[in-house]
């Protein structure tokens, strides 16, 4: 594609999102329902978001960057970029999200076979399943490859017995993808298998997990003899390994980005306001020295997500790994709410006051101690930094 | 006085723990949250703990109280702190009583000083105007108006004042520090509107109105700023063995997973970086039990650089126990995120506390300042 | 521009490489601190300096430079940065020569500019007179007397002052920063007298004493205390590169080491404490790498914040250097303390750059300021 | 020894020692060379040592509290306690300085023979023979067990080949206490012997050892072919690690005392004077917010220390262990320096100006980064409070 096709195609498509895309739609989103996540119990929150979403199904963009035969729009890298550009300039909403685009798919695609692809894809653009994931186990952390959810092969179907835990919106979702142990006799990361599952089948339940900040969207997913054929496998048995690895990768980025800080309001915005200026610099300056060195690293870390990708532009193989942006981004974030919270004292701790959105910046800070641990914990970062990158050895 | 308990103060501590362990474990307070309790603490608990003396600690012996002191009593907030039980003990006797003690005229001290060591008075301290702690910003006024005070303002974060008969208020008869006074408010009075909030650690804390609320000059406390200063002291040093005690029962939780807790097939307590991070975590916790049994003692031992050490204090135990809590979710993992988990209460209870009467960044900024720097 | 070396500089970079590592590598620098060489450096080793162009990189092509700009620059101070070879790079091309392209006349561009640039002159920036950097802090005075002007003052931390043939002194010709302006001395000049001092980095900075100096009017240099406020901005970054070299290769010589000792039978690269310790220091690189880059395009592409990522690019690498110097030693352990090891040259390069031009305090300070808190 | 019997010793005590130690002796000790250290080569450095050294000596008090058979002043706890506390009340120097008072002493007394302390003590009272300490090997730092140098039985006699490193004074020292290893097949503890060598020996040598501060006290002592007498075997063959052991924990009581700001200037009067105040308060506040937290630590630290003494009177096991010292103390001080210096600007970088007496802080400065190395690393300090205070297991 030429510059001249480029240009006419960015023009096109800048027309069609103009005249196509509500203006309820280019809102800044505000919370979670503000997506159609689809699914078979999916609704859509008002006119606007289904218009949007038939809107663009019709031209495949629900997942512009899959290939015309599973309902994608066939876009080539260039276009699906330039789209992406006219709709964050815009401000347009994803008119679908969920974890069957930015998880499965990714994994079907480089793991499936063409009938698995055939079924499962077209499902995922067109919203009419919603997929959730079971990895972690109870016993299984950061130890992951130590899972113990098993799957008998009973001949003609596997047998499940296990549980899972953090399933995001496990009681939401219609499916779900899951490692399981397929073969207990061997080495930990072999012996385990990438099973889609049915959570309509007999024996599958969920609990809702409730977290230290309060309500959230995981659960427990349980399974007692649930029976799932065979066709339900992806990859070889056995070998479901490296399809976790590799979309562990994949989540471990998402994570990462928290540490950016995509807020309007800096933190040095909410010191000022709480606590105020004497003689130009603020007032409490044990608080000042610690927002000064937070502020610092933030910015830095930014440069260091532009410096990255600035160097894969280039090819060039840059230090900079997910790694250290998933331990360090999250470090950071953490940081940040203690600040916040420190900064804006009392009236923050308050749980039942409209005026702070119910504790709302109490609670975020409590939740952001999870992200150190969830996507693989900050010790895993640092073992991964050590031992890959920096070539020590093992124990 | 060496910085060891003698053997009165250890009796007690360990009385103490049995009585929190099996009256007041942690599901107790787990269970008034579940059930939205309207009281926010267990009346029937805290007669016991008036039974066994806790309320009167602090009161001279001519008051009802037992006059062990503030080791004593720092004793037992320690331990309260490793359970978490919700009492008044805090707002009645750390706050309200101290300021009796050292603020209160004869007749105040004699009739209120028994009640409160009796269990009958709830009494809540309400000082806070601001979201931020700040002992000389007082916009909350007392006009002198013939034998009377008319009250006038709003206070924050009054600890238990939903539930309290009176409240010592600060307020303003005239500008400077010598104007801030203090003065008892009963909470039948007209003009005084009291809202109870739910705090972080599910405690409570009001914020009360005052609109010409109408006081009698007996109502109004013998002692002003200068008092006031010595309780904010006091205070301060109270709350900070609490959270020695809910830094030491996180950590001593925290090793006992990482000595439970397999991975990659063995025990997580095995990995030098969590070792070294559990050392340099009992570090901070001996570091903070020196200098909480040092700024109690000097509390009853009247020394001059009571502020010094409350800062001191203060400002330690604030960062251990931030310390602590972060890293005990951190090392649990997953599971410590859960509220089935008891990490979730330590952690809401410590930030509070870190809050009231001043963070750590403000205590240490007074200790640069008293030190002249 | 993206964060990225072009071709161009990406060349230069690897000709530098092999330049030091085979030319200047630090037992170099060693004998010429262990035989307590007069000048301080090697004049020939300089030459071969100039040859490369190393003196030009930043110095307009119609001055006899190359104008590569101060990313190039960037480049050949990090590579120095890790063999520590002594030479007037900083004092005459970073710092006075940027001096000349900001706030020189036409006239004295066109003399001096292409004189630095073949290594024929050296020239020192006078500027602090304090124990710590302070820009607006000018005691040293110009009093103009008809065609002339009269220095009078000292300046100390004067750096290659007792090689330098001019020096560029700062001086306060009236109040306020309006007043402070920059002037070429000539080191024959009487009432000028200068005292080499030995660094903790056995480098050469100096003390100057100036009594009545008289300056021509053409000797005052047409830029004032603006230029010399991006002049200090644009010393930071390129000392920031410098310790960044200094960061990388104390971090990689450290590592190494972790892969081949052994203790208690195995190597203390495996020790999980150890390896967190490093990957934290890796990130820290990482991160420095990444500021360091962007203020030095900063300079080249003339954006308005170069201040802001001065300070950023100063502060974090003073915290870096600390850092790793520190870790490199702790990590050597015993041996890492002996002068036989290479990690006092790289200790003490550090803490000399961390003050020159500010410390991590000062720009963290700053940052804070320009930020408007 | 009642109150009163206390209250006699102690007024004798005073009067002899006003009476007998010369005025210069009771000036604060300023350089090594103001301690008498004894040895063959033992110079005084000015007449009043010799004096203040002969009349402590003859009462005994060069070793207080060590047997009158020894030579020593056979003085009981109390009484030696009192002594002390009349010495530093009138600031008395110690007599004579010496490593075998403080550990060779105190180990011969527990593991060796009635012969070899006949023999030895009396030498170390008298200050005839000055000690050195010959423990550390170039390939054992903190795997101090795994030592190398070795010492062969060949019949009536040790031969001994090998190297030490980091003794201190072994270039002034007469004799030195080692540890050698006599066992090459067993585990690694086992194996090793303490044994006493004549440093006039053929075949020792020393080289002296410079550090990145400048020239330093430790010199690494050789061994080749060293011929040393049986009867110089300090307990058990082989079971030198216990008499080791048991001199380390010697060893790191004295250094962890470091963390003690012991210097009449508190930092934060080094920084009022170099950056001074505005408005009340230290100009520089990022400084500002350090130095409090470090004076903070340091204020804890003390308490810490006079907390551990008194539940040791009182009997109680205190959690605070020496190595919480070391590691603390020797933490606390590199901070100091570091901050000391960054307060202190760049004339304090001058190395050749007596002003700053030719770089001194920059020099201790540099020299604190020994303190969490030397008498067992900061590392080995947080794994004994690991293993042995809080129990967690070995990997």
Not at chain 2, 247 to 267: D, N
Request: aromatic content about 8%; overall charge negative.
């Amino acid at each position: 594609m030429n510059k001249e096709e480029q240009d006419i195609f960015r023009a096109e498509t800048r027309a069609w999102l103009e005249s196509n895309c509500p203006r309820s739609m280019r809102e800044k989103v505000q919370e979670e329902s503000d997506y159609y996540w689809g699914g078979k119990n999916g609704t859509f929150k008002n006119e606007d978001q289904k218009i949007w979403f038939e809107r663009m199904l019709a031209k495949g963009w629900t997942v512009p960057y899959w290939h015309k035969k599973y309902g994608g729009g066939g876009l080539s890298a260039i276009e699906n970029k330039i789209l992406n550009e006219e709709m964050a300039s815009l401000g347009c909403r994803k008119p679908l999200f969920s974890f069957g685009i930015s998880m499965l798919g990714p994994a079907l695609q480089k793991f499936a076979t063409e009938e698995q692809k055939d079924k499962y894809l077209p499902e995922i653009v067109k919203g009419e399943i919603r997929w959730c994931q079971g990895y972690s186990e109870p016993n299984a952390g950061s130890d992951l490859a130590g899972l113990q959810c098993r799957a008998d092969d009973m001949g003609d179907y596997f047998l499940v017995n296990g549980s899972k835990i953090w399933t995001s919106y496990g009681n939401k979702a219609d499916w779900i993808f899951c490692l399981v142990r397929t073969d207990f006799g061997s080495k930990k990361q072999r012996g385990i298998s990438f099973l889609l599952i049915d959570m309509a089948t007999e024996g599958v339940s969920t609990r809702p997990i409730k977290l230290i900040s309060g309500k959230s969207p995981f659960t427990e997913t349980f399974f007692n003899n649930v029976r799932v054929p065979k066709e339900n496998l992806v990859g070889e048995l056995n070998m479901g390994w490296s399809i976790a690895k590799y979309l562990l990768t994949h989540e471990r980025q998402m994570i990462g980005d928290m540490g950016k800080n995509d807020e309007q309001v800096k933190t040095h915005n909410i010191a000022i306001e709480h606590i105020g200026l004497q003689n130009g610099i603020l007032a409490d300056t044990i608080l000042r020295t610690e927002l000064a060195q937070h502020e610092m690293n933030e910015a830095i870390f930014e440069m260091t997500i532009e410096r990255a990708i600035d160097e894969a532009k280039a090819g060039n193989n840059s230090g900079a790994t997910s790694s250290l942006f998933k331990y360090y981004g999250t470090e950071l974030n953490m940081e940040r709410m203690e600040l916040q919270l420190a900064l804006s004292g009392n009236q923050e701790l308050v749980m039942d006051n409209p005026a702070n959105q119910n504790g709302l910046l109490a609670n975020a800070m409590l939740r952001s101690k999870g992200n150190s641990i969830e996507g693989g914990t900050s010790e895993i970062q640092l073992n991964i930094i050590a031992k890959n990158i920096l070539g020590l050895p093992n124990n | 006085m060496a910085l060891v308990l003698n053997e009165e103060q250890v009796l007690l501590k360990s009385s103490a723990v049995d009585f929190f362990n099996s009256k007041a474990p942690l599901e107790a307070f787990r269970k008034l949250r579940d059930e939205n309790n309207p009281v926010g603490f267990d009346r029937s608990l805290y007669a016991e703990m008036v039974e066994l003396g806790f309320a009167g600690l602090i009161i001279p012996e001519n008051r009802g109280g037992f006059d062990f002191g503030y080791v004593a009593l720092g004793q037992i907030l320690e331990v309260n702190g490793r359970t978490l039980a919700a009492s008044p003990l805090i707002s009645s006797v750390l706050l309200s009583a101290t300021v009796l003690n050292l603020a209160g005229t004869e007749e105040q001290k004699s009739t209120l000083l028994p009640l409160i060591a009796s269990g009958e008075l709830l009494l809540s301290l309400a000082h806070e105007e601001n979201t931020l702690h700040n002992p000389t910003r007082v916009n909350c006024t007392a006009t002198k108006e013939g034998e009377h005070y008319k009250l006038n303002g709003s206070k924050v974060f009054v600890l238990d004042v939903h539930v309290a008969n009176k409240i010592i208020v600060v307020a303003r008869t005239s500008e400077g520090n010598e104007g801030i006074r203090l003065f008892l408010v009963d909470v039948q009075s007209p003009g005084l509107s009291i809202h109870r909030t739910q705090m972080l650690d599910n405690r409570n804390a009001g914020n009360i109105s005052l609109e010409h609320v109408i006081i009698s000059e007996s109502d109004k406390l013998a002692g002003g700023f200068d008092e006031l200063c010595r309780v904010y002291d006091i205070a301060a040093i109270g709350l900070a063995a609490e959270m020695l005690g809910i830094a030491q029962e996180a950590f001593e939780r925290t090793i006992s997973y990482l000595k439970e807790r397999k991975q990659f097939g063995v025990s997580i307590g095995s990995f030098q970086a969590l070792q070294h991070r559990a050392a340099k975590m009992f570090i901070e916790i001996e570091l903070s039990k020196s200098v909480v049994i040092k700024a109690l003692t000097a509390i009853d031992e009247n020394w001059v650089n009571l502020s010094e050490l409350a800062s001191l204090a203060k400002s330690k135990l604030g960062q251990t126990v931030k310390l602590v809590t972060n890293e005990a979710i951190q090392m649990h993992g997953g599971i410590g995120m859960t509220d089935d988990m008891d990490f979730g209460f330590f952690i809401k209870r410590a930030r509070v506390l870190q809050q009231t009467m001043g963070d750590y960044n403000y205590h240490l900024d007074r200790y640069a300042s008293l030190n002249g720097y």
